[in-house]
């Protein structure tokens, strides 16, 4: 059995198409992302799956149950993170773990998921008095307070620092390893490429890419980059000259060549050696999902 099913959804606001005949599936176990510019339909599409939106057209199963007709017992079987969340500032930690577990027929042991989410010692804390990543390590705790198969995370690590971003992309991992399915929304495609195994990428209501992140890069055919910098402008054309190299960029004190065989790193650097150039932060860059995504949504910038 399919986790999510998904055909032909539409949904629209007015006479705007925010999801547009949308088509997938999300086998059990996996983390499924789902990835697009501002606007896309990524919220729509996983709200119609929780069953807080009621599509246009199109079916929808989810665990094998309809979200809109067999919403009560579906939501016994999920766990959701909204985009935007929040509590009374005064209402300490595990007086919302006690609050939020008396809503279902089962929880999970509340002082494990505070255990495992590194909260216990704030068990006692009241939500204001938590930082952002707390907050966001909180809400996880209360999407997993019912031990549900599936877990919906909405932009999990929007607003969230680095080092705070890479420690729920643990925790997403460790849902997974303890057999739930994992539907997540993002709009970092390193997030996407790092933990999803399979990405589908919406743009203007519809799909338009799914695979998994390696087959979607490798889909790309784009070059590898080699970038380093120099003193001053440099002749060009030693490079181009570089069995490999497809093309040469320079801007300023920046020199970036583009290729796609094997070796190609090396023979620039003996080109650099042979014609004595002094150069530095050499470094080499491979296409990714970033690529992959702005190829298909173009780099304009949406509101």
């Known amino acids: 059995m399919t986790a999510i099913a998904i055909d032909r ?34 919220t729509t599409t996983i709200e119609c799956l929780e069953g807080l939106r009621r599509p246009d057209e199109g079916r929808l199963s989810v665990l094998g149950l309809d979200p809109q007709r ?22 300490k930690v595990r007086e919302v773990m006690g609050l939020f577990a008396a809503f279902y ?11 495992q989410l590194g909260l216990s010692e704030k068990a006692g804390a009241a939500f204001g008095q938590l930082s952002g990543g707390q907050k966001q390590r909180l809400f996880i705790a209360l999407a ?3 031990d549900p198969e599936i877990v ?5 690590t929007t607003g969230l620092d680095p080092q705070a971003r890479r420690a729920m992309w ?14 997540l929304t993002t709009h970092y495609m390193e997030e996407a490429e790092k933990l999803c195994d399979r990405v589908a990428i919406i743009d203007h209501g519809k799909i338009v890419a799914l695979d998994t992140p390696r087959n979607l890069v490798a889909s790309l055919e784009a070059e590898n980059r080699i970038v380093f910098s120099v003193e001053a402008p440099v002749d060009e054309a030693p490079f181009r000259a570089i069995q490999g190299v497809t093309r040469v960029e320079q801007s300023g004190g920046r020199i970036i060549i583009f290729g796609r065989e094997d070796g190609l790193l090396v023979r620039v650097v003996m080109a650099l050696d042979s014609a004595k150039i002094r150069f530095r932060d050499l470094r080499t860059e ?7 995504f702005l190829a298909l949504t173009g780099k304009e910038m949406r509101e």
């Open 9 to 42: 959804l539409h949904k629209s606001y007015g006479d705007i198409r925010a999801v547009d005949g949308v088509t997938f599936e999300v086998s059990p176990g996996e983390i499924f992302g789902m990835v697009g510019p501002n606007g896309a339909g990524k």
């Open 70 to 91: 067999q919403g009560y017992e579906l939501r016994e079987r999920i766990g959701v993170q909204l985009q935007e969340s929040s509590l009374p500032d005064r209402l």
């Open 105 to 115: 027929r089962r929880s999970a042991d509340s002082a494990a998921l505070l255990e």
């Open 144 to 146: 997993l307070i019912n």
């Open 152 to 156: 919906f995370l909405d932009e999990l």
């Open 170 to 183: 643990d925790l997403v991992k460790g849902v997974r390893d303890r057999g739930k399915t994992v539907f």
């Open 286 to 292: 491979q296409p990714s999902l970033e690529d992959v």
